[in-house]
């Protein structure tokens, strides 16, 4: 089981910054994949960022360029740095937590933290 809470949402101009953290507890940090997704209104979720075990990124063609995404394995915490944001970009974000096992999967699921960009 990994319990993660999300922090760092707010309601920023566009081409601000926002940095969001998410901090896990309940399991081993270090051996999961952790990423990031969101969810705007009307929308389906939609993956944003992804960092696995072993450092590796990948990032929505959205993204690329603006967002960073980064873990600190001793602070059980994974980060989303946000610059250039954009009104497209407001969504609640959710943190996740994935263990492939053989064939199974397990994945865990923050509570979201909402992200405004607007004037």
């Known amino acids: 089981q990994v319990q993660l809470v999300e922090s760092g949402g707010g309601l920023v101009q566009p081409g601000g910054s926002l940095r969001l953290s998410c901090a896990a507890s309940?399991?081993?940090?270090?051996?999961?994949?952790m990423g990031w997704y969101r969810q705007a209104p009307g929308k389906q979720r939609e993956l944003v960022a992804t960092?696995?075990?072993?450092?590796?990124?990948n990032y929505a063609d959205s993204v690329k360029g603006r967002f960073t995404i980064s873990r600190d394995n001793a602070k059980n915490t994974v980060y989303l740095q946000m610059n250039s944001l954009k009104p497209e970009d407001t969504a609640v974000y959710y943190c996740?937590?994935?263990?492939?096992?053989?064939?199974?999967?397990?994945?865990?699921w923050g509570q979201g933290t909402q992200v405004t960009v607007s004037s």
């Open positions: 996740n937590a994935h263990l492939p096992i053989g064939d199974l999967a397990y994945d865990y």
């Open positions: 309940g399991s081993i940090f270090s051996i999961y994949a």
């Open positions: 960092i696995t075990s072993g450092g590796s990124t």
